[in-house]
Structures are given as C-alpha cells and as structure tokens.
C-alpha cells in the first residue's frame, strides 16, 4: 500500500480530460471573440483578418508561385531561430553551471561576483543585441554566430544564480550523512549536490528557454539578417496592407517555436527529474 | 564485560561559538564504552546528547580532551567507515528509490552492483520494507521511511550505529513496535554493533539500553550513569515487568537531580 | 535577492547579522568587485585594442553620456514612462483576472495553463501588430506590448498567491462563518502579496526591457530603442552604449522603486530582506 503524495496531480485519463477541457474552453472562447469582434464592429480583413482567411493564407504558395507554400517558409524560418537559439541555450547552459560549480567551490569569488550577476538581471542586456550583431557583422563573423551568442548570454545568468542555488540546498543532515561515508568531492556533488540541485536548474533553465527564443528574434531584428522569425515578423509587417494575414502567421509561428522549445526542456525534466511527484 | 572500550572520552569539553558568544555544550566528559554495548543518551533539551554524538561520528570537534574510537582519533574511525547514522528525520534522497537509498552508502564504498542490490533487498525485507524497493521515498509513511535510513545505516555493517531520536517523528505505537525490531536487528548481527542511541523518552531507554547515560544541561556534563540489567531478549512483556518500573524510577529521579541542581545554581 | 535565495544560502546567524542593517563587510566585496570589472573592461579595451564599434571602454561611455546627458534622459524618459504606464495597466488587470478566476474555478483551470505556457511566447513579437494597430510612433503601442508583457507573469503569480492559504487556514475562515468577501479581503489578499511582489520585480525589469526592445521594431524617434537601434547601425557603438547606460538607470530606478513599495505594503516582512 503506497501512499499517494499529497498534492500530486491525478494521472487517470478521466482528470486529463477534465483539465484539457477548460484550456480547450478557453482558447474557443478567444476564437468567438475574434470573430464575434470582427461582425459586431464590422472589423474589415485589414483591421483582423478572419481565421479562415489566416488559414488560407497559409497555403499560398510564396514568390509568385514559384517558392514553397507560405506555412512551409514561415516554419523554416522558424527552425532557423529555434536551431540558433537551441545552440545559444546550450553554451550559456554549460557556462552557467560551470560557472556555478566554480563559484560553490570557491565561495570568495562568489561574493565579490554574485551581486553583479543578480544585479545584471536588472539591466536591459537584450538592449545590447543590435550592437552585437553589427560588431560581429563587422568582423565578418557568420549571422548566426551574433544571435547564438545574444541567446547564450540570456540564457547564462539564470542558469548560474538557479544552479547555484540548487547546490547549495542540500540540508546538513544529508551532507553531514556524506561525510559519515567518508566520500570524496567527486561523490559528494555527483551523489548529493548534483541530484538535489536539479529541480533548481530546471526551473531556471525553463526562464532561460524563452529567454533564449526571445534573443535570437531579437538579434535577427537590424537590418542585414536574411533568415529566422524576426526577419518574417519585420517583412510581414512591412507588407501589412498587401497581405495582412502573414503577420498574424508570423506571429503564430514565433509563439510555436516559443512553447515548443519550452515544451522540450519540460519534457526533458518529467524524464530526467522523476522523483516528484 | 572485560573488553577493551571501543569508545572513550578522556576529559572532553566543546565549547561553540556563536553570534551571542560562546556556548558551553559539554564539559569534562569522561566516558568509556565497551564493544557491543548499547547505550541510551538521555537528558533535558539543550544539555549536549547530540553534540556527544557528533563529536564520536568526527562531525564536530572537540574544544579540548580526547575521543578515541577503537583506539583511534574518530576521524580516522570515519575514513574507516566505522559509523553508521540516524538522523532524527530520515533523510533520505528524494531523487533515488528506497532501494538506492539503502544502496548509497555500499556505492559510495565501491562495493560491486550485485552485492549492493542483494545487501539492500535483504536488509529491506529485514525492516519490513521488501516490496518498497522500487518505491520513492515520498511515497513512503514516516514510519517506514525511517525503517528505511536504519536499514541504509545497516547496510554496510558498521561497528558503530550513532542514532539521534531516530524515533522522535513517529507515535508510540510505531515506536514501541520499531524498538523491537531495533533491537533484534541488533542483537542477530554477526558482531553486535555498539549503539549510541539519544533519546527524550525515558521508558525507551530503559527498553533499549546496557546502559543509560543521564546528562545534566549548561553546561553538559554526565550526570549518572544507570545499568540497565534486563535479560535479554527485551520482548512486550519486558515493559510490564516490576523490575523495568523501578528503573524507570531510578532514571527519571536522576534527571529530577539534573533539574534540581540546575534550580540551586 | 528574493526571500527564498536568502533562506536556501544564508545561515540562520548570517541572517540575523543581514537584520541589523548591512555592514561594510558585507559591502567591500561587490563594490571592490565592481571596481575590478570596470577597470579591466577600460584596461582590456585600451590595451588589447579591441575596436570601437565592438565595446568602447566605459570612460568613452560615461563621457558620451556627460556630452549630452538631457538629451539621453529625455529619450529615456519617453520609454521609462511606456514601461511604468504599461506594467501598471498589464499588473492591474493581471490581479483583477486573478481574482475572478478565484471566483470561478473553471475560468482558472482554462486561463492559468495557458497563462504559464504564455510565459514560453515572445510576446515581443507583437510589436509591430500593435504598432500596426495602435500607430507605430504612438506611446499606446508600447504601453500595449508591455501590458501584455506583464500581465500573464502577475496574472500566474498573483492567482497562486489568492490559493495559497492551507485548509486549515480557510477552515479557521470557515469557523468564523466568513463571506467570501471576507475571507478574500483577511485571507487571500494579505497571503497574495508575496507573491504580487515578486511578480512585480520581475515585471518592473521586464517591462523597461520590452519597452527598449518594442522600439527596435519601431518607434518615435526620440525614445531609447530608436536611437540605440540606429546608432548601433551606423557603428556609433558609443552613443549606442550610452543609451544603454541611461536605460540601465531606469531600469535599477523602477527596481528600487518596487521594492521600496514592498517593504512599505508588508511591514512584517521588513528585515528579513536585504
Ligand atoms: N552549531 C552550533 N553552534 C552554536 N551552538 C550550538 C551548536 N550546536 C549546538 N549548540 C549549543 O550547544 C548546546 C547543546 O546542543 P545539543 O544539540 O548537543 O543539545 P541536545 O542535548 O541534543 O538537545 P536536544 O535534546 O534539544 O536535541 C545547546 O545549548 C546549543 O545551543
Ligand atoms: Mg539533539
């Protein structure tokens, strides 16, 4: 007779159902006001296109009939930035949590550093974005290196302060059970520290990951950048009276690669992290 | 018993430092037990029994006097791997099963896979836990969990248990049924293990011990040491016997004097 | 930082030490810190001669920035006001929502997982639809990005923190035979506080970030986000930095001001933070 953890979520396929319905209710509701709103206020197709003329949209095929259908170059632009900002998350991921694990082993550099890293949290660093990718651009660095580098950076302070703080929670008891063992360092952060900081460095991976996506469209924003989400938001909105649905697509698309890249690290945490119930 | 002790406290005080200055935890406490034995640390809150403890397990240091365990310094007595402890809450990790709890400390000691999963299988079923194995400790009542960090504490069959109020959580049913259990976990190991088991209640250290040390508070200090000369096996009966009453008695008026001398001071 | 970074790294003696008042022990480092990277920035640039348009030193900055310093303020003011106006609106209804999806459970079992999931979008892409609808060089389409920024992250923070008192604390309510009304206004709103201010921390940065960044896509011409985006494209990196000093300013301004408001909305917590 296990006895169920207080608060776990229900697996049963009867609950799934009964909390998919709700989201599904409301996303249906913001639906039939999107429409309701285009009839009660005689919206035309420039103002909020109809849904079914967004849907349509999808399916013309690009550069005069010449290029692949619209859907099919908006998700390849959006791959574009996922890759690039996946690249980014995972450098600015291992720097952080090295970074974390130098500043638990040497708790003077973290006191001189720290303040700064959480006081950086309070600065604008996306606002950086444009000069990194023109002073890359100079320098004749790859495009993509400037957006991968703009999302590392992003992704590496979160990461530092959750990992951190995650080894760091270990109780004295259980360190104090370590040191009765007799282990090593090695054991005592690959047995104890390691594994309780987990949770932490999810959570904070989980505010990287949007961080990530965000940075990327941000860095694909000043002029000269050729593919990704940005450049398709920007050139949608450009051509916003000729074809107004492509924005609305665009958009779409970046709040795809947004929930999906996010999707994949909350994946990777009910995998790795299975102990919670 | 003409054994040589296994532990023994030559004169030893503990003095911590902290923010409202330093604090007394123990005082000239001389000691000496025997290989084998089991001891209950008894005493009012504050006077010293876990620090007595930590200082045995090499987790704190003495301020001046000695402690030697099996006639070395304890430190050396824990890269021996000498210790096995139980804490007052179970500590278990949360990320790994039961199994892999009780496994930790074989791990740790480089012991071969197989072994490790036969050891902690048998000591689970030992303490009643043989189909909790694969089970999270989460999913586990209090009182199972701690069966389960006794048997971790087990598992590597250290030559000396430190327990600190393992059964301080749990209700007096539990507890009574696992003092019991304890005790014939005890007595069927090969080499009896020397137990120093802290706890507040002093029916269970009438129950459990050899002999029961009674510790007096600011600053620490053995107040006096009562044999305890139960037969052995301890069954249910043995808490209903005339004789366990009086030494109940004989205990709790040595801490009474604990309490008394502390009024005079 | 926040009250649960304190409570996982800082000793129960160290915390009291951080209640008195903060001694110039725990001071020296961080500034001593902030010395060292500043001076090895400025010696790093100088010597290694890294090239003005990737990062001038931060004297250049700070003299740029003393060229022309009503200048810069004035743009900064212009985005600093969008990103105030815009969290205030996006926190309010954020709060309010929060409340009525207390009021009616479904609404929150629909609203809140979408709420979560919104904090994986980037909303920054709005941008240019607000600015297609509500004029690319008005203020509203800024405030409209930053309201939106911020409303979901209050919206999640806040709703947690109305559901977060025990059974047994609603049971006392119970007992009491409490209206709801009551029970929200004692209970649910005291124990939402936290929450709100932590979720407005987090806005008050967000929010003159999205400000900045909204203007990338475009803007009036004398907000931040304009003038760093052009300079920085015509390789004025020093004008571009020094806009970025000034939206730095702002942003450690509404920081501090939030958590000033903290301190004063929940005397009771005074002292256990930093
Ligand atoms: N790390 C420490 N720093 C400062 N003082 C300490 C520390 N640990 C213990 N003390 C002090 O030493 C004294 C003895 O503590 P100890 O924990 O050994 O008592 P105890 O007998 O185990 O009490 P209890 O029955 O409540 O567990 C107490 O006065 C306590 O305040
Ligand atoms: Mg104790």
Redo the contacts between chains.
């Keep these: 007779m296990t006895y169920p953890a207080q608060g776990a979520p229900g697996g049963a396929p009867g609950t799934l159902a009964r909390r998919a319905l709700p989201i599904i209710g409301v996303i249906a509701t913001l639906l039939l006001l999107w429409e309701g709103a285009r009839l009660l206020f005689g919206l035309s197709e420039q103002r909020l296109p109809s849904l079914g003329s967004i849907i349509e949209t999808m399916f013309t095929p690009t550069r005069g009939g010449a290029g692949p259908l619209l859907i099919v170059q908006m998700l390849a632009n959006g791959w574009a930035t996922f890759r690039v900002a996946l690249g980014g998350f995972v450098i600015g991921g291992l720097l952080g949590f090295g970074l974390a694990v130098l500043f638990m082993r040497l708790p003077v550099l973290e006191r001189g550093l720290m303040p700064y890293v959480i006081g950086s949290q309070t600065v604008p660093i996306l606002a950086i974005a444009p000069m990194v990718v023109v002073g890359f651009g100079r320098m004749g660095a790859p495009p993509w290196l400037a957006k991968m580098v703009v999302a590392a950076y992003l992704t590496f302070f979160p990461v530092t302060i959750g990992m951190l703080r995650g080894l760091r929670s270990a109780s004295p008891q259980s360190l104090d059970l370590m040191r009765s063992y007799a282990a090593t360092p090695f054991q005592y952060f690959w047995k104890l520290r390691l594994p309780v900081s987990l949770p932490y460095l999810f959570t904070a991976l989980k505010i990287a990951a949007s961080a990530a996506v965000i940075g990327a469209i941000v860095a694909e924003l000043p002029s000269g950048a050729r593919e990704g989400i940005g450049v398709m938001i920007l050139n949608a909105a450009q051509y916003y009276n000729s074809r107004p649905q492509a924005l609305y697509l665009a958009i779409l698309v970046a709040g795809l690669v947004g929930v999906c890249f996010y999707g994949l690290v909350v994946l990777a945490e009910h995998l790795i992290v299975k102990w919670r119930a | 018993m003409n054994t040589p002790p296994i532990i023994e406290f030559d004169r030893v005080s503990k003095v911590y430092q902290?923010?409202g200055g330093p604090v007394t935890a123990l005082l000239d406490v001389s000691l000496s037990i025997a290989a084998g034995e089991f001891i209950a640390l008894i005493g009012p809150s504050g006077c010293g029994k876990s620090t007595l403890m930590r200082l045995i397990?090499?987790?704190e240091q003495p301020s001046s006097g000695t402690v030697r365990v099996k006639g070395k310094t304890p430190e050396q007595a824990?890269?021996?791997?000498d210790?096995?402890?139980v804490?007052q809450?179970p500590?278990l990790?949360?990320?790994?099963t039961v199994r892999r709890n009780v496994e930790?400390?074989l791990?740790?000691?480089g012991r071969p896979p197989a072994e490790r999963r036969e050891r902690a299988m048998s000591l689970l079923r030992l303490v009643g836990l043989g189909d909790?194995g694969d089970?999270?400790?989460?999913?586990?009542?209090g009182g199972m969990q701690q069966r389960a960090a006794i048997a971790r504490a087990l598992s590597f069959e250290p030559s000396i248990l430190?327990m600190d109020e393992p059964f301080g959580a749990l209700d007096e049913i539990t507890r009574e049924r696992m003092q019991t259990e304890l005790l014939s976990l005890w007595s069927s190991a090969a080499p009896r293990p020397t137990v120093i088991f802290v706890t507040h209640s002093i029916p269970e250290a009438v129950f459990l011990a050899d002999r029961v040390v009674v510790m007096s508070p600011r600053p620490g200090r053995v107040q006096r040491i009562v044999p305890i000369d139960l037969p052995r096996p301890r069954v249910f009966e043995t808490r209903e016997s005339p004789g366990f009453f009086s030494l109940v008695t004989e205990v709790r008026e040595a801490l009474r004097a604990t309490e008394n001398e502390r009024v005079e001071v | 930082m926040s009250a649960p970074l304190q409570a996982t790294t800082v000793a129960p003696q160290a915390s009291r030490a951080v209640r008195k008042g903060l001694s110039a022990r725990d001071l020296w480092p961080p500034l001593l810190t902030f010395a060292l990277v500043i001076g090895l920035w400025e010696l790093a640039v100088r010597f290694l001669q890294i090239p003005i348009y990737l990062l001038p030193a931060p004297s250049q900055i700070l003299e740029t920035f003393l060229a022309r310093p009503a200048f810069l303020l004035r743009i900064g003011l212009v985005t600093f006001t969008n990103a105030v106006v815009g969290c205030a609106i996006g926190a309010s209804l954020g709060c309010l929502v929060a409340a009525l999806c207390v009021r009616w459970r479904v609404v929150a079992d629909g609203l809140v997982p979408l709420a979560v999931a919104a904090s994986a979008v980037p909303i920054i892409a709005l941008s240019p639809l607000m600015g297609i609808w509500l004029g690319s060089v008005s203020p509203l389409s800024k405030i409209a990005v930053v309201a939106v920024m911020t409303f979901f992250p209050t919206l999640v923070s806040v709703y947690r923190g109305l559901v977060s008192p025990t059974a047994d604390a609603l049971m006392l309510m119970r007992s009491y035979a409490a209206p709801q009304r009551v029970v929200f206004a004692k209970l649910r709103a005291p124990a939402a506080l936290p929450f709100l201010f932590g979720a407005l921390r987090v806005c008050a940065t967000l929010s003159m970030i999205g400000a900045v960044v909204a203007e990338f896509f475009g803007g009036p011409q004398n907000a931040l986000g304009v003038y760093i985006k052009t300079q920085a494209g015509i390789l004025r990196t020093r004008e571009a930095w020094s806009a970025i000093l000034v939206a730095c300013l702002f942003g450690l301004a509404f920081y501090l001001a939030v958590v000033l408001a903290e301190r004063a909305a929940m005397p009771w917590k005074r002292g256990r933070q930093q």
């Design positions: 902290s923010g397990g090499d987790l824990r890269l021996d791997r210790y096995g402890i804490f809450a500590v990790y949360e990320w790994r930790l400390p791990e740790i000691m909790f089970a999270y400790p989460h999913q586990l009542s430190l």
